[in-house]
């Protein structure tokens, strides 16, 4: 029969937790590196364009060939930048990501409070559901995950130990007085 301690189900909860949350921290990255990428290529192609079209005040056709095509592709670049909104999605990940780093933080002293037996059983069922019900508060305003989103959560995943969360996984992110498996073999 599957056995699942109170314990065990906030650590397992509170892994799950942390893995959004890197998830999310990634993404936000990401796409802030894209965005700054896709800016700096903006400004160098106006920058050309604005160049050749100064050269081009001299009349030669294939200065005036290159003007155009340079502010072709900066036109091209900067809708696709306004299509994609990619600083909008890194700020919402952003977002996202702190909340549930809030929330990894409740999780971690309420781990605390129990292995310290500072609260009764009734408490910590009433804390653990209260949790869940934040955890699901931030999940239901989360961005919806695209396909890299879902490349860079499924790596974070492998970061932290493969693709389910052993209790080594979960141990990484607590300290050492909180980790189950700490005479487990790495």
Request: aromatic share 8%.
């Amino acid at each position: 029969m599957f056995q699942l301690s109170l314990v065990d189900h906030i650590r397992l909860s509170f892994g799950h937790v942390v893995y959004s949350y890197r998830a999310h921290a990634q993404v936000a990255e990401r796409l802030a590196l894209r965005g700054a990428q896709m800016r700096a290529a903006i400004l160098t192609l106006t920058g050309l364009a604005t160049m050749w079209t100064v050269l081009a005040l001299g009349g030669d056709r294939r200065i005036q060939i290159a003007a155009a095509v340079s502010a072709g592709l900066a036109f091209v670049l900067y809708a696709l930048s306004a299509a994609l909104d990619l600083e909008a999605r890194a700020y919402a990940h952003r977002g996202c990501a702190a909340r549930l780093w809030v929330l990894c933080e409740k999780y971690r002293a309420l781990l605390a409070e129990v292995h310290d037996g500072l609260i009764d059983v009734p408490i910590v069922t009433e804390r653990r559901d209260a949790l869940m019900r934040e955890v699901q508060a931030v999940y239901e305003y989360a961005l919806p995950s695209d396909r890299d989103s879902y490349q860079i959560a499924h790596d974070a995943l492998a970061d932290i130990g493969g693709k389910t969360l052993s209790d080594q996984a979960i141990d990484r992110f607590l300290p050492q007085s909180l980790r189950q498996a700490h005479d487990a073999p790495r």
